[in-house]
């Protein structure tokens, strides 16, 4: 038994030297990376948009959903006379008994 103590106790008290050196080093880590967050970045200053866009909805039978959509890009703060939304209906349906095709 003295034999079996004396070999396995200088194994585990290096195994637990190498674990305490590993947190420890851990815990330092994000303890310096912690500190950065108390530092106070310079706020960017806003420029006025000057791109212009363009928005275009294609849509097919989406009369239930599509007031939604061009409700929230309405509510957009971009510049209304810098953009445009455009808005192409496909719903109708083509009945073949009023329409027909002569070759």
Excluded: H
Excluded at 3 to 24: D, E, K, N, R, Y
Excluded at 74 to 102: A, I, R, W
């Amino acid at each position: 038994m003295a034999l079996f103590c004396s070999s396995v106790i200088p194994a585990v008290t290096f195994i637990l030297w190498i674990l305490s050196f590993f947190l420890m080093f851990y815990a330092a880590y994000y303890f310096i990376i912690s500190l950065f967050a108390f530092k106070s970045y310079k706020t960017l200053t806003s420029f006025p948009p000057q791109n212009k866009f363009a928005v275009i909805i294609a849509a097919r039978n989406e009369a239930q959903v599509i007031g939604n959509l061009i409700n929230s890009l309405k509510k957009q703060d971009y510049p209304s006379d810098q953009g445009y939304l455009v808005y192409l209906d496909f719903s109708y349906e083509l009945d073949p008994d009023k329409f027909s095709l002569s070759l």
